[in-house]
């Protein structure tokens, strides 16, 4: 099972040291960590999904309550969130793939931010299932490059992650 | 500067005078010259050890013996670096210690600067929390800070590394008042719910048992334990760390379970219907084989860390919060449900008695070679009410095993990190938190010698700890092993002719004492306990006595390995 958590962090130097840490330590496994700061300048907030049942959830949680740097820790189940990823995708491009790259880049509404002559640059943000999607599509053309951001991810209701209520 | 600033260092002197430090265990180095300096004339005991892993033990020994935060200093790099095992130690039995290290002006950190060592990164798993002070102004908050975390909540050692720079800068100086931190809050409130269910769960169990960990003994929680175990009249069985949480004379009284535990407290477990767990944590050397322990059990785990539940074993009822705060409550809920004691039938009761009959610890006695049994049992007779400090090994479990504790804080040891070389520090720092108690440092013959250097320490400073070494010539436990598990074959534990302790101690102006035929180890103890100074006693003791019952690593916790036993 994957869980993402919405983590908000106390914005000093080595906060990321600690969460990682404390990850690998325990051998719990993340698959993305995304951190930035948030409306206020003092805290930042980490997107973390890790992987595993609710054992494994519960002893994540409990552990990441006890570093003083973090404020807060917030489940966000998949059907009561919204997340967006955004990955840069490099693929090979001649002359006659070009145009057929720039119809799958029309249908799934992404950019193409850079044209070399061998190469395109495709820019896209979305969900997981978008991500996988465009990426099988592009395959073929051969991907030379790719980077991704790490997924972010929002409560859709008005129920809100701040520190206030800690 | 101005009149109205002082320096960073002099700030420091300042906040630990706050926080109420009469001692610091501590070395110095180059960049805590500054900080020495204001030392010299501070109104604070420094005790300069000859190691700084014994400064580290020490503080931890001071903490434990009080429940006060201790104390340790030492300069950066290779100062930093000695101290991380007394660290991690802390970290594992939650002793709350302030660490303040030194560390190299901040223009070079990350430099390769002389004596650098990343101490906030090499302690960050090992600490409740760190700080590396970038800036003077922060440094009366973090000192507040790191006292704050240290000792509040699930307690534990803080770090806080000083460049020095920040000790030669100027502060107005102000301690603050109080301490704000958004990601930190240890008041937990006692859930009130979960404790009306532990009432009726223990109102509904037939064979209870209660398991109390160390955490009983942080949070000041023995009268309430006694409390609840008469009131509920069901048997106690403490972990190492709980030693002295319940009275071991008491006949609800159970002693230690899990590897070396009494088979009665094994067996009680593996049989009960409820287990009370009480400021412990499941630790491998108790459960054993964690799929059979208490199988038959019901759990209810209380326990001030919410990561502490769930982890090992499934539990049936958290009840996160203070044990103390927990049990009183627990206690009122009984009172109300049930106006006289629980009139539990006599069966559960009845059984235990019958196996604590028929299983004591026992051990085959001798009139011509010392059990280091014996030498337990005769420390005790002489002086019940003294402070008990183990090394680590048989040592350790003879002491747990055979020395009878009353009181909450008599028994120091190493509990989760089994850290060789603990005892004798850890006793130096009890010794002089309690100066008018008998502090004893049990010791086996390895262990002592990986921090004998403090008998200059305790000698110098008139620290007058006794050490019990129990001289099997063998790194005892580990050879123990060997033979039950290794066919015998002995590889590199035998320990013989390292040194000649009585000598050591008189090269240290020390006492030495040595007993060699088990007719000599009364004498051999009342003189050290009418010693003037430091006194070492090394009883030549039986090198093949062994540490019994044993559950071997991995088993279920009664399936239990004894020795014959004779006479
Ligand atoms: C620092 C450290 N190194 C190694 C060990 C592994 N170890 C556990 S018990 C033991 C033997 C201890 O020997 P001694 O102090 O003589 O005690 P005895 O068991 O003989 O009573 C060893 C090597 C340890 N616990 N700590
Ligand atoms: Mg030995």
């Known amino acids: ?166 | 500067m101005t009149d109205a600033t002082i320096s960073g260092a002099k700030a420091l002197i300042e906040c630990l005078h706050n926080e109420g430090v009469d001692t610091i265990f501590g070395y110095p180095g180059g960049v805590l010259l500054p900080l020495y300096d204001e030392l010299y004339d501070a109104d604070i005991r420094h005790i300069l050890v000859r190691h700084e892993q014994g400064a580290a033990h020490a503080a931890d020994g001071y903490a434990r013996a009080t429940g006060k935060v201790g104390v340790c200093l030492a300069t950066s790099g290779p100062g930093a670096t000695n101290l991380v095992t007394g660290i991690a130690n802390a970290y594992m039995d939650s002793v709350p210690i302030v660490a303040i290290t030194g560390q190299v002006p901040t223009p070079l950190i990350g430099n390769d600067a002389f004596q650098e060592a990343d101490i906030t990164g090499i302690t960050l798993p090992i600490t409740k929390h760190n700080y590396l002070i970038k800036d003077v102004n922060d440094l009366p908050r973090i000192v507040k800070e790191a006292f704050f975390i240290a000792s509040t909540g699930r307690p534990g050692p803080v770090l806080i590394d000083l460049p020095k720079d920040i000790t030669t800068d100027e502060i107005e100086f102000k301690y603050p008042e109080t301490v704000r931190l958004r990601g930190y809050n240890p008041d937990t409130k006692v859930d009130t719910d979960a404790v009306k269910r532990a009432a009726s769960m223990i109102l509904q169990a037939q064979r209870p048992i209660i398991y109390a960990g160390g955490g009983v003994i942080i949070s000041n929680t023995s009268s309430e334990l006694l409390k609840l175990a008469e009131t509920i009249n069901a048997p106690v069985t403490t972990t190492l760390l709980g030693i002295g949480a319940f009275p071991e004379t008491h006949p609800l009284s159970l002693g230690m379970l899990g590897m070396h535990g009494t088979r009665y407290a094994n067996y009680a477990v593996q049989e009960s219907d409820l287990l009370i767990a009480i400021g412990a944590r499941f630790d491998d050397r108790v459960t054993g084989k964690i799929d059979a322990f208490a199988a038959q059990a019901k759990i209810i785990h209380i326990d001030i860390d919410p990561a502490e539940i769930g982890k090992n074993v499934r539990v049936d009822l958290p009840v996160i919060g203070d044990a103390r705060g927990v049990l009183q409550l627990l206690l009122s809920h009984l009172r109300e449900k049930q106006g006289k004691p629980i009139a539990r039938s006599g069966a559960w009761l009845g059984k235990i008695d019958a196996w604590k009959n028929k299983y004591p610890l026992q051990y085959t006695p001798s009139d011509t070679v010392i059990k280091p049994q014996y030498v337990i049992k005769e420390i005790h007779k002489a002086c019940p009410d003294a402070i008990i400090v183990t090394e680590v090994g048989q040592n350790q479990m003879w002491a747990a095993q055979y020395f009878q504790y009353e009181h909450p804080r008599t028994f120091i040891t190493s509990g989760g990190l089994g850290t060789m070389g603990y005892g004798f520090p850890a006793a130096m720092g009890a010794k002089v938190a309690c100066p008018d108690r008998t502090v004893i440092d049990i010791a086996g013959d390895g262990s002592f010698q990986m921090n004998s250097q403090e008998l200059a320490t305790v000698v110098k400073n008139d620290i007058r700890v006794i050490v019990a070494i129990l001289n099997n010539g063998y790194l005892g436990m580990v050879r123990q092993w060997q033979e039950l598990f290794f066919e015998q074959r002995y590889s590199h534990t035998e320990l013989t002719g390292s040194v000649d302790f009585v000598k050591l101690a008189e090269a240290y102006g020390a006492i030495g004492i040595r007993a060699e035929k088990p007719s000599e180890v009364p004498s051999a103890i009342s003189e050290a306990l009418a010693a003037d100074r430091a006194t070492i006693i090394d009883f030549v003791v039986d090198p093949t006595e062994n540490v019994f019952p044993m559950v071997p690593a991995g088993a279920a916790i009664n399936e239990i390995l004894e020795q014959e036993v004779t006479g």
Do not use: W, Y
Request: net charge neutral.
């Open chain 1, 1 to 166: 099972m994957r869980h993402t958590l919405a983590v908000l962090v106390d914005n000093k130097p080595g906060v990321l040291a600690r969460v990682s840490g404390l990850f690998s330590r325990r051998g719990f496994n993340i698959e993305s960590l995304a951190v930035g700061v948030t409306e206020n300048p003092e805290i930042s907030r980490m997107t973390i999904v890790v992987r595993g049942d609710d054992r494994v959830l519960a002893q994540v949680t409990s552990q990441l309550g006890k570093l003083i740097d973090v404020i807060s820790i917030c489940d966000l189940p998949s059907s009561e969130s919204v997340d967006r990823e955004l990955v840069l995708i490099k693929v090979s491009a001649d002359a006659i793939t070009r145009s057929e790259i720039m119809q799958i880049v029309d249908i799934f509404r992404v950019k193409i931010i850079d044209v070399g002559t061998e190469t395109l640059i495709i820019e896209v943000t979305g969900n997981q299932g978008k991500l996988r999607a465009i990426r099988e599509m592009l395959e073929r053309f051969g991907i030379t490059e790719l980077v991704r951001t790490g997924m972010v991810a929002m409560n859709r209701n008005t129920k809100t992650v701040n520190g206030d209520d800690t």
